[in-house]
């Protein structure tokens, strides 16, 4: 199993980036994808998830109307489009598959990426 996420990088406030997340080794499109974040010395935070089949989506109230989750099940890659982006959106940003949804699955996956950096800075 292996979840690579890519696409992070150092951007202005106010600036996007899109995250992609491919997976493999695993039956994709029956897993919840999950996008959460942890700063240094802050909490673990969900930042989006998406059902297995695209059609429910949840997201953090921090990111709401500014970041959109996706995926493809045909190519098992799962993304996060952020816009409008902060400095307190500066964190490690993790894609994780859950088998089963609660709001509690970001603290515990049952597969997760090595994270990918975010940095929101002038």
């Known amino acids: 199993v292996q979840l690579v996420e890519s696409g992070g990088g150092l951007v202005q406030p106010g600036g996007s980036l899109r995250l992609s997340c491919a997976a493999s080794g695993f039956t994709f499109r029956n897993y919840v994808m999950i996008w959460f974040r942890q700063a240094p010395g802050k909490e673990r935070e969900l930042v989006a998830s998406?059902?297995?089949?695209?059609?429910?989506?949840n997201y953090a109230g921090s990111v709401k109307g500014r970041f959109t989750i996706s995926r493809d099940n045909a190519k098992n890659t799962a993304s996060l489009q952020m816009t409008s982006l902060k400095p307190e959106d500066t964190a490690v940003y993790y894609c994780g598959a859950a088998s089963i949804w609660t709001t509690r699955s970001y603290l515990n996956p049952d597969y997760w990426g090595q994270g990918t950096q975010v940095t929101v800075s002038s």
């Open positions: 998406i059902s297995g089949t695209g059609g429910t989506t």
